[in-house]
């Protein structure tokens, strides 16, 4: 297993639209994996493969207390069902900043799980708001997209000064 490194916004590459896996072999179950402990270690509740400039529908989540109960989605959809619920989010690639957003309080995910087979589960609360924020990722969206330009701005400012001072 692996700790991979994590892009920070406002990097470019976290933008990128992640291809469907086609075929879930070793590689896959590999980074799956690395993803995991990744997210372990850092630590965080949920990590997409965009995350680690891996380009390809993968999300690991875990948002159990004892941090045991890791979960794998390939190729996720989601069915959003129930009212918005605010919900104060965090992101790996935003080390240090939280902001309340809006997401569905229900999410049916589709997918395929670690061994090919189809998964399909319905999930409320932290689990459901985890997941979506996770699979927009996948489509290069990030939480700080749902803020105001003027807060993102700030945000941006912020972290490439720490970008800056890491260099
Ligand atoms: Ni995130």
Known sequence: MARLNILEYPDPRLRTKAKQVMRVDDRVRQLIDDLLETMY??????????????????????????????????????????????????????PGFYEVIERSERAT????????????????????????????HLEGRLFVDYLSGLKRQRIRKKLEKQHRQRA
Do not use: W
């Open 109 to 136: 995910v589709k997918a395929l799980g670690r061994n090919g087979e189809a998964i399909e589960m319905a999930t409320e609360g932290l689990l459901a708001v985890c997941i979506q924020h996770e699979c927009d």
């Open 41 to 94: 270690d850092a630590p965080g509740i949920g990590l997409a493969a965009s995350q680690v400039d891996v380009h390809e529908r993968i999300i690991v989540v875990d948002v159990s207390d004892q941090r045991d109960e890791p979960y794998a989605f390939i190729n996720p959809t989601l069915e959003l069902a129930g009212e918005l619920v605010e919900t104060e989010e965090g992101c790996l690639s935003l």
